[in-house]
């Protein structure tokens, strides 16, 4: 089983990336609580936390719903909001992915999903659909169909003028035979997810460990053992040199 392999080289990379990959998601989690904390402030959200019952310890009272605050604007803020942090989160799976197959990387990933805006939230929104409607049927194919499409991103990284159709298609090819594997993969990650729940300010060493290590689930998916390496400049791309003529055709 590869699953510890994945994670050693997840946890070597988090050491070794430059600029480090703890800074991109610090990055990627600041302006995810940034939007969450404006939403509350524009009441975009119905639900709230009463701090006063949580310093008496009243479990009772603690959470509660409210519509009566909510705008249209704000639900229009709110759905801005959603779509940054989509695109955004799709930046930081192909950093990820770079990091992984040592190619150039940087915090600019996290925007790199704004170059074709349409497909990552196209994709976004075709997943949900999807999911929402395998999920009313029951709760098992919905999320047997979730891992099916658990790729999805990283394949549009790889091809990026592919339709999400087609990439949600690619994806669930790939994982034939291997979303139990995956499955194993996110619960020897349960320990981490607990801690996130206690304290979310781990989330930005747990991001990059699990999307490391799911990135290298996926070249081994693909078979893709061989670093980046950048490719050759051909003569026809060299200009001539000033010591010598150009070529007469």
């Known amino acids: 089983m590869k699953i510890q392999e994945w994670k050693w ?15 991109v998601a610090l990055v990627l989690t600041t302006v995810g609580w940034l939007f969450a904390l ?13 701090l006063s019952a ?13 519509y ?6 704000s639900q229009v803020l709110t759905l801005a909001f959603q ?29 790199s999903g704004f170059e074709y805006p349409g497909k990552v939230i196209g994709m976004w ?20 169909a979730g891992y099916a499409w658990s790729m999805s991103r990283r394949v549009l990284c790889d091809h990026p003028d592919w339709s999400p159709a087609r990439c949600m298609l690619e994806s669930r090819m790939l994982m034939r035979g291997h979303k139990w ?14 801690l996130i729940g206690l304290i979310p300010a781990f989330a930005v060493f747990v991001n990059p460990y699990l999307g490391l290590t799911e990135s290298g689930f996926y070249r081994d998916l693909l078979g893709d053992s061989a670093p ?21 055709e």
């Open 83 to 111: 779509i940054m942090t989509n695109i955004m989160g799709f930046g930081f799976v192909r950093h990820c992915l770079n990091v992984h197959r040592g190619a150039p990387a940087g915090l600019s990933d996290l925007f």
């Open 181 to 194: 594997e995956l499955f194993k993969l996110h619960l020897s990650f349960l320990g981490w997810f607990f």
């Open 9 to 23: 080289k997840a946890k070597e990379l988090i050491r070794t990336s430059r600029p480090p990959i703890m800074l």
């Open 228 to 248: 980046w390496t950048p490719e050759e400049p051909t003569d026809d791309d060299q200009p001539p040199k000033d010591d010598q003529p150009p070529k007469e």
């Open 68 to 73: 009566s605050h909510m705008t249209p604007f």
């Open 38 to 50: 404006l939403e509350q402030r524009i009441g975009a959200t119905p639900f709230y936390i009463d």
């Open 54 to 66: 949580v310093e008496a310890m009243d479990v009772e009272h603690m959470f509660g719903v409210d």
């Open 125 to 144: 929104l075709l997943k949900g659909v999807m999911l929402v409607i395998f999920t009313a049927l029951l709760i098992v194919p919905g999320v047997i």
